[in-house]
């Protein structure tokens, strides 16, 4: 029986509807052995086959733009090659270096950006952090989950490619948005890393956006031939996010700047990024934080699956 089934028998079985419950339910829950739940936020990886995409640049946007709607936290997931920090104007001093060889608390790491919403900054330079080992993989899950349990979404800004930890934070995350270019390599790319999500956990949600598009409807065309292989050869499902355009103002953006989208709200790369997250917001259903049963939560996905890679 599926999860909203065996909550319906359950519920006929208790005499109490799903807002009678509450704590009451919870409690009857844990005396029949059921498993305890939690409130999670809605989490959200950013990825790609080839490096350079735009992920990093499409993170720091969206959660600008998140933030405005739920509170939101990104994390910089490039273990050893992480920026949003810049992308964001900020200067932290601490980073995922220091909270996981546990020389600091994640609430001394995380920093609040002036465009709103707090970042979790990565470490830049550090060859230590670009292999993590699996004590640093069971903290980092941990992080993610604590943090997963305080907010309302996470953006996961990953680094390029299929390392183990990249693989972990997507199989993790209740939502992959894949980053290509129009062009086949990008193209190729990313289809590989559908496969190889999709071999690890069939039910993956991914939703592809593609960047730098030189002219308009290029981008739903290069999603159309990927979609296609991904659905003939792997029988997976990919959703259109939408396309950003090729902007010279996004590669111009300087040091200590503010992202385009808080600068410059009704440029077209803006309101491209904009209708992004009003179409997440309908996908997610609200994103709104929900509740999980403990062990299908962040930190419990990302532990399972580290053990099958
Ligand atoms: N829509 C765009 N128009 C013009 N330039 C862009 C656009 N998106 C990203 N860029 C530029 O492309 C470069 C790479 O972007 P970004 O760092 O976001 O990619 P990434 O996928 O995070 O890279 P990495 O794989 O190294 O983490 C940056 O110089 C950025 O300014
Ligand atoms: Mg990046």
């Avoid at 009704?266 to 309101?271: D, E, I, M």
């Amino acid at each position: 029986m599926d999860g909203a089934g065996a909550g319906r028998q359950h519920e006929m079985k208790g005499g109490l509807g799903p807002r009678g419950r509450g704590l009451f339910g919870r409690l009857l829950d844990g005396l029949r052995g059921a498993p305890a739940t939690r409130t999670e936020a809605v989490s959200i990886a950013i990825a790609s086959g080839k490096g350079g995409t735009g992920k990093s640049f499409l993170a720091t946007s969206l959660a600008v733009l998140l933030h405005k709607l739920r509170r939101t936290v990104l994390v910089d997931c490039d273990f050893g090659l992480a920026c949003d920090h810049l992308l964001l104007g900020v200067k932290p001093t601490l980073t995922l270096q220091q909270l996981l060889s546990g020389q600091a608390t994640l609430d001394q790491v995380l920093v609040t950006s002036p465009c709103g919403p707090r970042l979790l900054p990565g470490a830049s330079g550090v060859r230590r952090m670009a292999t993590p080992s699996d004590k640093d993989l069971l903290s980092f899950a941990r992080e993610l989950g604590t943090l997963a349990a305080r907010e309302e979404v996470l953006v996961l800004d990953l680094g390029a490619g299929i390392a183990p930890a990249t693989v972990l934070t997507m199989l993790g995350a209740d939502w992959i948005v894949l980053v290509t270019q129009p062009e086949i390599a990008a193209l190729v790319d990313a289809y590989a890393v559908v496969k190889c999500i999709a071999q690890l956990h069939e039910h993956a949600k991914f939703l592809v956006v593609v960047n730098r598009v030189g002219t308009p409807g290029r981008g739903e065309l290069a999603f159309e031939r990927l979609t296609e292989v991904a659905r003939q050869h792997v029988g997976v499902q990919l959703v259109y996010l939408g396309e950003i355009p090729d902007d010279d103002a996004v590669m111009q953006h300087r040091l200590g700047q503010l992202p385009l989208v808080a600068i410059e709200p009704t440029a077209p790369t803006s309101v491209a990024l904009a209708a992004m997250v009003q179409r997440l917001h309908q996908l997610t259903g609200g994103l709104r934080a929900r509740e999980v049963a403990s062990d299908q939560g962040i930190e419990a996905r990302f532990r399972q699956h580290r053990l099958f890679l």
